[in-house]
């Protein structure tokens, strides 16, 4: 039996990055960054009024979108 609020089960929490450290993994500018966001063309997460991104589902992301 689990206790409600246990940590035990849960996943941890990704660690999300910034615009600035999305923008240098993808080798692009923080402008166009944030025209993929404005366009909702990239997975993103609203904290409050920040703008972050998990890294899993950028990558999920980048493999859907990649040609081949």
Not at 2 to 7: H, L, M
Not at 26 to 36: I, K, M
Not at 44 to 56: E, I, N, S, T
């Amino acid at each position: 039996m689990t206790v409600p609020g246990s940590t035990s089960k849960r996943r941890p929490l990704p660690q999300l990055l910034d615009r600035p450290q999305l923008a240098e993994r993808l080798a692009t500018s923080e402008r166009h960054v944030r025209r993929l966001v404005s366009e909702r063309r990239i997975p993103f997460v609203r904290v409050g009024k920040l703008v972050r991104f998990d890294p899993v589902e950028v990558a999920r992301w980048l493999e859907e979108h990649t040609e081949r």
